[in-house]
């Protein structure tokens, strides 16, 4: 493959200009979806479900409707519209297909799953109409765990799963698996193993999901304003639910408060609000509130390894054997179904290790508790730190450095084909590594450890290499075999009269700076000051599909089609200005400075507004073979398994023996996204995904009572880390420049969330290494950590002398 | 509900009139009566500070108060900060550090800032850190925003060092 990168050749990528979505976002006039005012504008607000597993027995909605202000209020049965149906190409025993109706029919699977819609004149009468409503439930045994969810007669969530048992793949099982743990146990070699569990997460994006819906006649289209990273998926599936053509229905996206994943894919909300609007003709209005957010809104991350790996007496690993299972909750997610989480950690288990041999089960199960969807990361978080234990855990009792032995099984040579089938592109996956210990090491931190130690107090370092897939093209998510493959990207680039231009993408941004950032990589690749270009994303209607923004795809493959539409455009360019130099095509390049010069007579030049002012105004003085209009769409998919970015991340922690607190002393990312458009962007990146990390790690976790009653409902009980709990980081870029992308870039907005769980609880458990005490699951709680301590001192106690 | 209150609020040294219900909170009425919609709704119980305006100097959560209870207050929102189309230097230092990303939090820790520094304008890394936490922001990891501040700090305290000296 020829490297398409060609070097740092630019003036703005690179840069860390000043964010161009600043100004507006900074003065209180950025406009976000509840920002958004129509004439005859009318609220919604949903009746949800105070059980968690039950049959809907009655619906009484009279006293709702006497309810001052409240003009409408209906059900499922009311709104009679389509189900959301997320599939993959699976056989029946892999995969078991299930519906998520619009409004909860005949059942409810979740508290907080939507029974009924009201519509009134203001918010406020809404909600007196939504406690006005009466909803008769027949409860049904709740599936809030593992155990519950497999056991004998279990009720069932849906009845097209049995054993709600979603998806049940063994992707891999090469054959080598039990010969190496064999080999392990008879000679000097080690068998280890280790359980490691996360906590249900809420992505928590501080704007909460949104939506104005209102029909145009006008345009004989459905608008629909609400904050997706997804707008083209929405408007598929809302075409789909609704029944009506997908012309019909344009969705477009204001300034988004965060996402995360968790606006990536369809709610359902959201087409309630949609159909409502169109039956009362009026403009719908629906702000999901806190409570609906911590409850009913999309979760992730909890998940089960359990991980067995053979290493021999090198302490290198031979074999690999997996178990995971992940809480899907009540429904799948549209489109990626409840394959996300078990089909990514299946596939990338190994990370950055050379694992020879593999075998792995994933399991999707489904369960009364609200659905999951992507969360920044997906999985990774998860398997990177139960393979990260499993590293620490066979170098102690191997008596290994636990640096060593990553230094011994980290993959170097590149492209390397992994036992999964995968080839990761070069990275740094070692370099990264020695960088972070040698931060450590040169500030004295083990020295510090020692010290305390000594004096009885519990300080830890805890490291974690990975590396992500990025660039997921349809290559990859054909693997997967989603029915529904996300993965290419299309730009369309248009240049005015004056040589300014506007530019379109696929992508979605929500925070990541693409009105910078993609800009950046078309000022250079036409050679435009920043100023001259416009970034336009987020409308349905001015691009044919777009795959949005979600698994750090927007600057790998939205940036590459941007890249390649410019290219177009400046081929275009040329080819006019050609022709007004007199002069053949080949012998004229643009000049990086907003203008196209001929070869060999630099004198000879035409700028971009001569050039423009032809095409448009005097349209008669263009080549014959040229259309009068300055446009050029190019489309993007990355090739092969994609990119890989790659970090390792190094956490030094003390563990309060009074409290049970943990403290962060220290936290140093060594990453290598490869190149890096926009520096203060991608430090802002990982800075915010390792807070998302830290919180998954000590602090965010949604559990559930035994009838499946959620214990968070607002901030009070989740707790969401603040700027005293998260520390200073510093970030190191390394840059390997991506072969596959049009920019060099590899994406980079996962990988904080990905790397700080495992880093934090290796940390952890190395400051309580003295304890005799190892925890493999997360978040790491103050109660835990007294609990340890608690038991160590027992443990100790209990030596014979 | 049709029992509704006629009160005038003083909001960026405008005085509006607004015909509230007794329950409505200043939040709504910022936002939807007088249209000042850079306050945002972040959870309306007054954790999350994306609300947060100035009452008096003092920053509070606009979700925790109702507006009947605003009524002879000074009332200070984000589009109070900068002057004639420009940033403020607070705003400024923002973008400088690259303090905010979705952008959503902002106009809270903006305002929690400007509250904050009027009153302890010589603040320390450590006491801004302590004041900003406050406020939850979901995008940056905070590091930037209390860089953003103390930039901000140390500017203001040069500034006026300059000022007494001159």
Known sequence: MTARFDGRQGRWVGASVPR???????????????????????????????????????????????????????????LGLGDIVALLDRPLEEFSPTAMPILAREKVRFTG?????????????????????????????????????????????????????????????????????????AGGGRVVEVVTKSGRQNALPLETRGVVASWDDHDDQLLVQMCTQVPHQVRTAMARSLRVPERTVRVTVPDMGGGFGQKCVVGREEIAVAAAARRLNRPVKWIEDRREALTAGFLAREQRYRTLAAFDEDGRITALDVDVVCDMGAYSCYPFTAGIEPLMASAEMPSVYQVPEYRVRARAIASNKA????????????????????????????????????????????????????????????????????AIRDEGWYEIRERAAAEGRHIGIGYCCFSERTGYGSGAFAKRKMAVVPGFDISEIRMDTTGSVVVTSGTMNHGQSH??????????????HLDQVKLRQGDTERIAYGWGTFASRSVTIGGSAVSLAAGKLGELLC????????????????????????????????????????????????????????????????????????????????????????????????????????????????????????????FEE???????????????????????????????????????????????????????????????????????????????????????????????MSVPS | MSDRHLIDLN??????????????????????DLGLTGTHVGC?????????????????????????????????????????????????????????????????????????????????????????SANLCRCTGYQTIVDAIEATATRRCHAKEKEATA
């Open chain 1, 20 to 78: 161009r979505e600043d100004p507006r976002l900074l003065t209180g006039r950025g406009r976000f979806v509840d920002d958004i005012q129509l004439p005859g504008m009318l609220h919604a607000a949903f009746v949800r479900s105070t059980v968690a597993h039950g049959k809907l027995a009655g619906i009484d909605l009279s006293a709702t409707l006497a309810v001052e202000g409240v003009v409408a209020a209906y059900t499922a049965e009311d």
């Open chain 1, 113 to 185: 799953e939507p029974v009924a819609l009201v519509v009134a004149r203001d918010p406020y009468s809404a909600e007196d109409g939504v406690e006005a409503a009466v909803v008769d439930y027949e409860p049904l045994g709740a599936i809030v765990s593992e155990e519950s969810a497999f056991a004998e007669g279990a009720p069932l969530v849906h009845d097209e799963a049995p054993g709600n048992v979603l998806v049940d793949v063994s992707m891999f099982d090469t054959p080598g698996v039990d010969a190496a743990f064999e080999a392990a146990r």
């Open chain 1, 371 to 438: 659905p999951t969807a992507p969360y920044r990361g997906v999985s990774r978080p998860q398997y990177v730190m139960a393979i990260e234990r499993i590293m620490e855990r066979a170098a102690r009792e191997l008596g290994l450095d636990p640096v060593e032995i990553r230094r011994r099984n980290v993959i170097t040579q590149f492209p390397y084909t992994g036992v999964n089938a995968i080839t990761y592109d070069p990275g740094t996956y070692r370099e990264s590594l020695e960088l972070a210990e040698a």
């Open chain 1, 515 to 528: 009105e910078t950032t993609l800009a950046q990589i078309v000022a250079d690749r036409l050679g435009l």
């Open chain 1, 575 to 698: 080819k006019i200005a050609a022709h007004l130099l007199e002069t053949s095509p080949d012998n004229v390049r643009l000049d990086g400075d907003g203008g196209v010069v001929q070869i060999d007579d630099p004198q000879r030049r035409a700028s971009f507004e001569e050039i423009a002012d032809v095409a448009y105004l005097r349209s008669h003085l263009l080549p014959k073979d040229v259309e009068p209009t300055l446009t050029a769409t190019a489309s993007f998919d990355v090739p092969g398994d994609g990119t890989f970015s790659n970090a390792t991340h190094a956490v030094v922690v003390e563990a309060d023996p009074g409290t049970g607190q943990i403290k962060i002393l220290r936290y140093a990312c060594v990453e290598d996204c490869g190149v890096v458009i926009h520096p203060q962007v991608v430090d802002g990146q990982c800075r915010g995904g390792i807070a998302q990390g830290i919180a998954g790690a000590l």
């Open chain 1, 702 to 796: 949604i559990t559930y009572a035994g009838n499946g009653e959620p214990s968070a409902a607002s901030f009070i009980d989740y707790l969401v880390p603040t700027a005293t709990e998260i520390p200073d980081i510093t970030v190191t870029h390394l840059e390997t420049p991506c072969a596959f992308t049009e920019n060099g870039a590899k994406g980079a907005g996962e990988g904080g969330t990905i790397g700080a769980p495992a880093a934090v609880l290796n940390a952890i458990n190395d400051a309580l290494r003295h304890t005799g005490v190892e925890l493999d699951v997360t978040p790491v709680h103050p109660q835990t950590v007294l609990a340890a301590l608690d038991a160590g001192v027992h443990k100790e």
């Open chain 2, 11 to 32: 909001v960026n040294g405008e005085t509006h009139e607004a015909l509230v219900e007794p329950r409505k909170t200043l939040l709504d009425v910022l936002r939807h």
């Open chain 2, 44 to 132: 309306e119980h007054g954790v999350c500070g994306a609300c947060t305006v100035l009452v008096d100097g003092e920053p509070v959560r606009a979700c925790l108060m109702f507006a009947v209870q605003a009524e002879s207050a000074e009332i200070r929102t984000v589009e109070s900060l900068g002057r004639d189309g420009e940033l403020s230097d607070l705003q400024r230092s923002f973008s400088e550090h690259h303090g905010l990303q979705c952008g959503f939090c902002t106009p809270g820790f903006l305002m929690l800032a400007e509250g904050f520094l009027a009153q302890r304008p010589d603040a320390g890394r450590e006491e801004i850190r302590e004041a900003v």
